[in-house]
């Protein structure tokens, strides 16, 4: 069925079921309604990174075990998602020493991409602790954070604060430990890292808002741009 075919079907149901007597619901069965949407829509954002792996316009390199997409929310000028096929992990906390060549051949194709595609930009490459999309997926960003994706708060403290998890760190505590239970933040450590102030990963500036902290962040981005174009 078209897209089309399916809305024209549903306004039509809509109709009816609004001109039936049956159709009277109370607050309690329109609250349950709501919910369950809100459930369904969660749910399909959760899972959206399995869908994006398929979208040949958005894979920037695929092999055999992993796949490199671009951010379709790119918090920063570039930021790419390394995926693993094979291994159906949802975050970083359930990895142990048998991921570690996993990791470690992540870790080299975002180097590599890095230093391909982007050899004059500075990267962060690690995982949130506790991220918002299910399957495991390795962050490669630039650290201009010049987005306009980038809008709350949470966004900005998911990469700059102890949430963001640096890869070389992490496969070194499990080559230590065999997991990562020490480690790994507990749930009231992340909600606080997403609430700390605004500090920039730059310089000593601290905001008071999202809109001053990317204003303030756009100079920097200035600045590196114009010190570039000196060098060449």
Known sequence: MSANAFKRLMEASK?????????????????KEGSSKDTT??????????QAITDV???VESSNTLVIIKDKYPKAKFH??????????????????????????????????????????????????KPSMDHLHLHVVSTDFVSTFLKTKKHWNSFNTEHFLDLPELISKLEEKGNLDCYYPTDKDIELYLKKALKCNQCSFE???????????????????KMYVEEK
């Open 15 to 31: 109709k009816i079921g609004e001109n039936s007597p049956s159709s009277k619901r109370t607050k309690n069965n329109v609250a």
């Open 41 to 50: 829509k969660k749910h399909y954002w959760k899972s959206g990174l399995i």
């Open 57 to 59: 316009e958005n894979i």
């Open 80 to 129: 790419y998602l390394v995926i693993p096929k094979v291994v159906q992990l949802n975050s970083a906390r359930e990895l142990t020493r048998s991921h570690i060549n996993l990791l470690k051949e992540m870790q080299e194709k975002a180097e590599v991409l890095v230093k391909n595609y982007h050899p004059k930009t500075k990267f962060k490459i690690g995982f949130h602790a």
């Open 207 to 225: 905001a008071k808002t999202m809109p001053s902290l990317k204003e303030h962040l756009n100079t920097h981005a200035q600045s590196s741009s």
